[in-house]
C-alpha cells in the first residue's frame, strides 16, 4: 500500500476516513471538501463512498418523513454529485453515481396543469413542487446525469452520458437523450442487451 499511495497519501486517505465518520459512521470514505445541509434529514447505509466537492441538500418541508434521502449499502458518487432533497429521494444498494451527476425532486414552480406560475414572477419566490425520487439497485448513472422530480430508475438500468431523465426508467434498461429514452434491454434468456 505505501508503494501505491506513499506516505502522504496514506495520511491523507486516513485523515478522509476518519473525518467522514465524524459525518456518517457507515461511510467508507468520504473526500473533502464535502457539503451538506440537512445531516439529521439524511441517512446512508455501510460503505457510502464520495468523490470531492459533493454536496447533499436536504430541505424539510411539511412531510412527516424522518428521512428526506435515504442512500442504501455500497453507493458510490464521484465528484461534484449534487443531491437535493425536498421530499424523498432513495437511493438502493450499490449504486454507481459518476460525477456531475445531479439529483433532485423538486422546482422552483409549477408549470403544467391548472395553477402554473407566471414568468413575471420571481423563480426563488415561486413555491417549490416536489415528488419522489427513487433509484433501484444495481443502477448506473453516466456522467452529468440529471434525474428530475417523480422518476423511478428500475433495477439494473444505466443512463447514459449527458441525459435528462423526466419519467420511469424500467429494469434492466438503458436510457439514453434530453429527454433519456430506452434504446435497449437486457435479455436474461441470451446475456445480451438487445435494441429496442
Not at 11 to 17: G, Q, R
Request: hydrophobic share 40%.
Amino acid at each position: 500500500m505505501l508503494e501505491r499511495y506513499g506516505i502522504f497519501g496514506i495520511i491523507s486517505l486516513l485523515y478522509f476516513k476518519i473525518r467522514g465518520m465524524l459525518i456518517f459512521k457507515n461511510a467508507r470514505l468520504i473526500r473533502f471538501p464535502f457539503r451538506i445541509r440537512g445531516r439529521k434529514f439524511i441517512k446512508v447505509g455501510k460503505g457510502f463512498t464520495t468523490g470531492f466537492n459533493c454536496r447533499i441538500d436536504a430541505f424539510p418541508s411539511d412531510s412527516k418523513e424522518k428521512y428526506l434521502i435515504e442512500i442504501g449499502e455500497g453507493v458510490q458518487m464521484n465528484d461534484y454529485v449534487h443531491i437535493a432533497a425536498h421530499r424523498k429521494i432513495i437511493i438502493k444498494d450499490n449504486v454507481l453515481i459518476a460525477s456531475k451527476v445531479f439529483i433532485t425532486d423538486h422546482n422552483h414552480g409549477s408549470y403544467s396543469g391548472e395553477d402554473q406560475d407566471s414568468p413575471l414572477s420571481k423563480p426563488n419566490e415561486r413555491k417549490l413542487q416536489s415528488a419522489p425520487v427513487t433509484i433501484e439497485e444495481n443502477v448506473w448513472l453516466g456522467e452529468y446525469v440529471s434525474i428530475m422530480p417523480g422518476v423511478t430508475i428500475g433495477k439494473g438500468s444505466i443512463i447514459g452520458t449527458m441525459s435528462v431523465v423526466t419519467k420511469d426508467i424500467p429494469d434492466y434498461t438503458i436510457a439514453v437523450g434530453s429527454p433519456a429514452k430506452v434504446i435497449k434491454k437486457f435479455n436474461f434468456s441470451t446475456n445480451t442487451w438487445d435494441k429496442v
